[in-house]
Structure formats: C-alpha cells, structure tokens
Nanobody, 123 residues
C-alpha cells in the first residue's frame, strides 16, 4: 500500500482559497488513481475530485465543478486540491485516497487513506 499525508487545511472566510496537498510514500505513486474525499459532521463521506494515474482524466462532484481543481505531480509523489471561492458548506475534513483499480468514485474503490485535514469556512 501507499502511505498518504494531507496538509494545507485551515480556517478561512467565505470566498477565500486553499490548496490542499497530499504526499505519498511507499509503492509507486503513478500506479494509483487519486481522489479527494470530504466528510462534514453528521454527513457521509463524499468524493470531491478524482484524477487518473497520468493526470489527464479528472472527475469532479457537482459541488466542486468550477471552483476546485485536482492535479498531481508524479515526480513529487503529490496530489493537490486547489479550492477557490470557498463556501461555508465546504467545511469538512478532507481526505486523500489512493486506488489501484479503474472503477467508480465510491470510497470502497480506494484502499489507502490519509489521516485527513480540517477545512473550516466561516461566513
């Protein structure tokens, strides 16, 4: 498995931007699809953005389209989530996850997880 460590969360005001990073170690990073999930208090974990092994293909949840950008640097073993125009409803713990299979966006398709980073957006 790959080990993942997220960073970049924090407390910001609505309309601000944050860039989350997820550093990977262990097995070959470029062999994994990568996904950012989030989980707000009392809600189920949801996928926000997914990026293919090469970085060419990307998927975004409706709530993220037009505001969030997922990217990866396979040379640095890092995946990023650029979040712009943040809203209070974006408040959640954000997790990065790695998956070895080309499947859907459900959490069950991703076998390695980071510990999460808190993002809090005040109104």
């Amino acid at each position: 498995q790959v080990q993942l460590v997220e960073s970049g969360g924090g407390l910001v005001q609505a309309g601000a931007s944050l860039r989350l990073s997820c550093a990977a170690s262990g097995r070959t990073f470029s062999s994994y699809r990568m996904c950012w999930f989030r989980q707000a208090p009392g809600k189920e974990r949801e996928s926000v953005a997914v990026i293919s092994r090469s970085g060419i293909s990307r998927y975004y949840a409706e709530s993220a389209k037009g505001r969030f950008t997922i990217s990866r640097d396979n040379a640095k073993n890092t995946v990023y989530l650029q979040m712009n125009s943040l809203k209070p409803e974006d408040t959640a713990v954000y997790y990065c996850a790695a998956g070895e299979v080309d499947a859907g966006t459900a959490a069950s398709f991703f076998g390695s997880w980071g510990q999460g980073t808190q993002v809090t957006v005040s109104s």
